[in-house]
């Protein structure tokens, strides 16, 4: 007779194979056993050398040479009416430098873009004339409906999500940069377009990254939609659009925008 030890140890070493093979059959996609990649000791192994960023050279202005100019105070060829669309009847200073006609109303641009870098600067007037929103304001537009503040916040209290460099009733800018108004403000400003699917529904917001003076102060925040005067933002779906710039009836100077397409 065989030995009872050794038939109850077939017995357990079959019951415990027999769990194995069903638990297998119940979860077949267990995770493989990890093995260790292969250490790298070659730094050559993590080169990329394709593909090779395009070269960009800067002109006489510091322009870089893929970017559209749009205004180099030689004239306004670029910018229209953006009541009419006819020209525009903003003023052009023998400084290379254009001001707001009060009165005569926005100008956009001729070319319509989508997600651009514009680099833009501005002075308010000289004078300081009002206080709040009525100093120094005007605005740049992207696509029309979503704006850039521009205000002379120089020790000018106003609501905080308009002031200078705020994307106007959303985003208080993150500090306020803003010089005195005898001297010239920058903007450069990062915005990428919201996208819509083929039903018009928003399927991506839109965002702004603002630079002021060489200091950020908008840090890639989401548009909620339009920028409202009154009421909440809107989503309406749209392709690419023209840059507007406002005559909020104030002598506000322009010089130097240009565009890079992104």
Sequence with gaps: MKNPFYLLLTLLIIFSCKEKIEAQQENPKQEAVATPEKEITDPKETEVWEPEPKVVSFNENNIPSDAIVLFDGTNLDAWVSAKDTTAAAWILNPDKTMTVAPGTGDIQTKQHFGSVQLHIEWSAPDVIEGEGQGRGNSGVFFYKDYEVQILDSY????????????????????????????????????????????????????????????????????????TEYRGLPKNIPHGKGPIKLQDHSNPVQYRNIWVREL
């Design 155 to 226: 020790q000018n209290r106003t609501y905080s999500n308009g002031q200078a460099t705020s994307v106007y009733k959303q985003h208080i800018p993150l500090v306020n940069a803003t010089k005195a108004p005898d001297q010239w403000q920058t903007y450069d400003i990062i915005f990428h377009a919201p996208e819509f699917d083929a039903d018009g529904k928003k399927t991506k917001s839109g965002t702004f990254t603002v630079i002021h003076n060489g200091v950020l102060v908008q840090d890639h925040v989401a548009l909620l939609g339009t």
